[in-house]
């Protein structure tokens, strides 16, 4: 399969960039126009060296020791030496996909020419991502303060000649890396490296790979929400859209817009048009209400994710024009970790209604379908213990979707004293995520189970797609049998995407403001 083109212009990358860079290998040009604003930046600090002037982070140390005036003959060493000791991450290697996108976004970032950052560097970053040479980054120690020190600095490494690559899955040096991409090592000119090491790439890669989770999340659960209210024999009336426009919320609009057009006419809704109850459980009838706060939470982090994709956030700050280098604090990353702290609760409330909803179906006096929704009950347990292991996972995003943003520890002797934790705060989306798919899998077990229950009715023609699309790769759990197969099949539907895409094409609305 040829692997597809991208042309890069500083600043003016998209939400649907950043996703298809996650999904896939791309060869990446950056466009001319880049290239004059880049050397600029770089002249004015060889300007600032040949007047002699003292910076930070061109002829200084760093840290607490920025009052600490570098000789002339030992700058080249200065960068050199703090790539290698901010190194220092631990655990897991970073996903490629994840370290892909990390890796676009570094480039957008120094492209903009505020970072006196010499091009030959930029082109060799390009270099190791069109050829496919991915950094082998750990995942953990990175507090997202002064950037993401520690995964960018095991990225950088490798222009050094140092650490390890990913290629093709396997783990190789990074002089191995540097010769599949016909580099060889740099020696880093001044300020280049920490250029290279702050700024907040790491962290917003994590939140945006958890945006992009939160999205799948929040598709497959209007599907199978939806779904549920036919299963369980639930009313239309709390989707009728003057509710929710004296409200006046457009996210629980657009949310109510959604299920409106998902549930349409079915005879299943025909067949209880004149039925005594008044009114359906919370889980069935407010999802425009939580739903629609969830989907408030992803626009508004597609928001801010792409304003910090396409910013500027190393220090000091090269100001060409001026020549002037400023130093400030864009490289705190507490806008980062509040929005995927907001994913978090999002993504959790997502599971935590799905958990009630599949509670619901197996309660036959809430739903009207056999017990545990299973044929002989007593022989057959059904999916009794199926939402025992739905609690369970809603349980643990409890202390997950823990705010990771309140939490701050200082670093590097008290001169970095309040810090994001915005790393871990995207990082941990991916587990979160993790256990809502868990979720959402096994509820649409449930209400497949129950639409196959209330045969001959059927539901809408949208929602019989989705009961097919599950239909598909697990058939009707007529008795007990080994559950575990038939759960990780509609799991991996989610995670793939595949119910995402499926009900975007037949029901869309926008996921960005």
């Not at 700058?75 to 996909?97: C, D, K, N, P, Y």
């Amino acid at each position: 399969m040829t692997t597809k083109s991208f042309t890069l212009y500083p600043g003016q990358l998209t939400l649907e960039d950043c996703r298809r860079c996650l999904d896939e290998h791309m060869i990446l040009t950056l466009h001319d126009q880049a290239y004059p604003a880049i050397h600029a930046s770089h002249q004015t600090v060889k300007n600032v060296l040949e007047q002699g002037r003292t910076v930070y982070g061109i002829n200084t140390g760093f840290g607490l020791l920025a009052n600490t005036r570098i000789a002339t003959d030992e700058l080249e060493l200065l960068q050199r030496s703090i790539v290698l000791s901010h190194a220092a991450g631990i655990g897991e290697f970073m996903h490629t996909s994840t370290v892909r996108l990390m890796m676009l976004l570094k480039i957008n970032s120094l492209a903009r020419g505020y970072s006196g950052i010499r091009a030959e560097v930029i082109d060799a970053l390009i270099s190791l991502f069109n050829h496919g040479v991915w950094p082998a980054i750990p995942q953990k120690g990175s507090v997202g303060a002064s950037g993401d020190l520690a995964p960018l600095a095991h990225m950088s490494a490798v222009l050094l000649g140092e650490g390890e690559v990913i290629i093709d899955e396997k783990r190789c040096s990074a002089q191995e890396g540097l010769k599949k991409a016909g580099l060889s090592p740099i020696a880093l000119a001044p300020k280049e490296g920490l250029a290279l090491l702050n700024g907040t790439q790491a962290s917003t890669a994590f939140t945006l790979e958890g945006l992009f989770y939160t999205q799948n999340a929040w598709y497959s659960a209007a599907a199978i929400g939806a779904l549920a209210v036919d299963a369980a024999k639930g009313s239309r009336v709390p989707f009728d859209e003057r509710i929710h426009a004296v409200r006046g919320h457009q996210s629980q609009t657009d949310t109510a817009f959604l299920f409106r057009n998902l549930l349409l006419t079915s005879s299943i809704g025909d067949s209880h048009e004149g039925c005594e109850k008044v009114q359906d459980p919370y889980s069935l009838r407010c999802q425009p209400q939580v739903m629609g706060a969830a989907l408030h939470q992803i626009r508004n982090a597609a928001e801010l994710l792409m304003v910090e994709a396409n910013g500027v956030s190393d220090n000091p700050l090269v100001f060409s024009d001026d020549e002037d280098i400023l130093s400030g604090g864009n490289f705190h990353a507490e806008t980062v970790a509040m929005a995927a702290d907001n994913l978090a609760i999002a993504l959790s409330e997502i599971g935590a209604l799905s958990e009630r909803r599949m509670a619901l179906l197996i309660d036959t006096n809430l739903s009207g379908l056999p017990p545990f929704l299973v044929e002989n009950g007593g022989v057959n347990s059904g999916f009794m213990i199926a939402q025992v292991t739905c609690a369970a996972l809603a349980s643990e995003n409890k202390t997950l979707a823990h705010p990771a943003s309140i939490d701050s520890l200082p670093t590097s002797a008290n001169q970095e004293d309040h810090v994001s934790m915005a790393a871990f705060a995207g990082r941990r989306l991916r587990d979160i995520f993790e256990n809502v798919a868990g979720i959402l899998a096994i509820e649409w077990l449930s209400v497949s189970q129950g639409i196959d229950f209330r045969r001959p009715l059927e539901t809408s023609e949208p929602l019989e797609s989705v009961h097919g699309l599950l239909r598909n790769s697990v058939r009707f759990y007529d008795k007990d049998r080994y559950f575990a197969p038939d759960i990780e099949a509609a799991a991996q539907l989610i995670r793939q995407g595949s119910l995402w895409r499926h009900v975007e094409r037949i029901c869309s609305i926008s996921m960005t403001r």
